[in-house]
Nanobody, 118 residues
Framework: VQLQASGGGLVQPGGSLRLSCAAS????????IGWFRQAPGKEREGVSC????????YYANSVKGRFTIFSDNAKNTAYLQMNSLKSEDMAVYYC????????????WGQGTLVTVSS
């Protein structure tokens, strides 16, 4: 059972990245999928979540309107499309799968680093 996060990298302010969270050993669409991030010296924070029950999506205020979470059940992969990136978005991003967007987290992926710099 594994979650594999990928897609991080270096991007200029205003640029875009798409993070992927690929599941193996379990079916992703039975779980809520969340993206979290942790910047140096800061606590991990929730960024976005998509519910397995009805596909509802949730976003932190800081990313609302810029980030989009979605999943492709055929690929057993969830994504976080990040547009209009800002320096404050720079962090290690983690994906997680759990019983609900405010429920227990069952699986964590490893982090993928997003660097926003000119």
């Amino acid at each position: 059972v594994q979650l594999q996060a990928s897609g991080g990298g270096l991007v200029q302010p205003g640029g875009s990245l798409r993070l992927s969270c690929a599941a193996s050993g379990f079916t992703l669409d039975y779980y809520a999928i969340g993206w979290f991030r942790q910047a140096p010296g800061k606590e991990r924070e929730g960024v976005s979540c998509i519910s397995s029950s009805d596909g509802s999506t949730y976003y932190a205020n800081s990313v609302k309107g810029r980030f989009t979470i979605f999943s492709d059940n055929a690929k057993n992969t969830a994504y976080l499309q990040m547009n209009s990136l800002k320096s404050e978005d720079m962090a290690v991003y983690y994906c997680a799968a759990g019983s609900g967007c405010y429920g227990v987290i069952d699986y964590w992926g490893q982090g993928t680093l997003v660097t926003v710099s000119s």
